[in-house]
């Protein structure tokens, strides 16, 4: 009986609540299929969503993107991330397992795993910055409000006067408002505070990519808790994220419509949407735009990048996972059109304030997390709670793809060696490749980790994704076989047409006996007879 107790605790469950058996009980299964979900959501759903594609969007013709993009959800990203879902839950392996089908592209899955490796890494220092940004945002006055900070240089000039100001009288803050504005407005490059906090106190950043210098052990120690939180997370693998995702998969919706519902109020807030939405029909003919729809679809589902398979692995065998692949999708896509409003209607009050275009202080990656977005914060009332909603979200939205990151590098491993001292010590595992990965961190917390942090943030997920994708369709659908993947893909539907059939049925039974339905009748045996003659002819070919 204590052995009974103890196996459910390790299987995720509440001591007293009653143990749900695993399908596969040698590798595990999701608590429930929406944890599958919300976790899937978590992974797709980043930071690239907040600070890459309202950039993308305005940048590449505003409202007019949006027909590439979704053009490119429809044929590229929805049947990639349909065919790596069922990829993984047909096998019931990881993105180095599922390749037994054809060895020699094993490669591929290899690819997978550098590509996870990569951005993990460098994932997780955009995390720890966000944190420290939230724990210095916890103080009654933003400290990259003003220039009267050490850090500060002759060229900086602030968008809420000077700091000087701070014990004079509300004449004298209003005046220096307004003269903060008016140079603002009269330089034709200004340095503004939360630049020189983001590059001279926060990063100390170096002159020159080769020049290391020293580790900025505020960023470390933020680095360190951003691994601890991730592991601990992981701990017990899809049985204790699949936990955490409840949180860390919802609330940042609810901070986005906070952010959402006060930006919208402000003045000038219209004008920056506009300038988000605006087509310029124009650009459509032009082959970049289409490219960076692709590379967006493909960066911001995770296609390729290993996890989709590695999280459909632990579904059960018969689930939906086609309707999970819509909704995943679809969801994905229209939060990052939902977080362009928030973003842009910010930085449309910026613009208002300083009455300059929205283009002078719309920006997109780090500059808009940690320089445009926070300086906009400083103009509003009550800034630290805005500014740490903000960086909450940041934070949310990064581990959740994280903890997918580190959950694909860790199956992988553990499905490579298959044994069962492993299976069992998996824990041991996912704490080894977490304090590898703080290690490998480690550099880009130096004066110069920014520069490195860029460079693998502009080629770790970008046309190596294109590639992985193609060398993947080209296997499964040629090489394995498009109908043998089919066959597996209609396997594992058989439970789900034999609920459509009965359902079929028992409508038709209903119908069955009245002049009113006769036609419902007809219809609905109709269905139930191509239902089963249709898909049973299938699968015996």
Known sequence: MEEKRFAGILNGAVPGESVKKDENSRRGNWGNQIEFVLTSVGYAVGLGNVWRFPYLCYRNGG???????????????????????????????GCLGVWKISPMFKGVGYGMMVVSTYIGIYYNVVICIAFYYFFMSM????????????????????????GSQLNGS???????????????VNRSKRTSPSEEYWKHYVLNISDDIGNFGEVRLPILGCLAISWVVVFLCLIRGVKSSGKVVYFTATFPYVVLTILFIRGITLDGAINGIKYYLTPQWQKVLDAKVWGDAASQIFYSLGCAWGGLITMASYNKFHNNCFRDSIIISITNCATSVYAGFVIFSILGFMAHHLNVPVSEVADHGPGLAFVAYPEALTLLPISPLWSL?????????????????????????????????????KTVVTLSVAIVGFLLGVPLTTRAGIYW???????????????????????????????????HV????????????ASVRVLEHLSRGTHFFTCTHTFLSSINKILWHNFFNYTQR
């Open 389 to 425: 909603l903000f960086f909450f979200m940041l934070i949310l939205l990064g581990l959740g793809t994280q903890f997918c990151l580190l959950e694909t590098l860790v199956t992988a491993v553990v499905d490579e060696i298959g044994t069962d001292w492993i299976i069992r010590n």
């Open 170 to 184: 509300l004449a004298n803050v209003t005046s220096s408002l307004v003269a903060g504005v008016s140079e603002a």
């Open 490 to 501: 209609s396997v594992i539907y058989i439970y789900i047409i034999r609920g459509l059939v």
């Open 453 to 487: 942090l860029l460079l693998m943030d502009n080629y770790a997920a970008s046309f190596s994704l294109v590639i992985i994708s193609c060398i993947m369709c080209i296997c499964v659908m040629y090489v394995y076989g498009k109908k043998i993947q089919t066959q």
């Open 63 to 93: 409202g007019a993107f949006m027909l590439p993009y979704f053009i490119m959800l429809v044929f590229c990203g929805i049947p990639l991330f349909f065919l790596e879902l069922s990829f993984g839950q047909f096998a019931s392996l």
């Open 139 to 162: 103080t009654s006055l933003l400290p990259w409000t003003y220039c009267n900070n050490p850090w500060n240089t002759p060229d900086c000039s602030g968008v809420v006067g000077s």
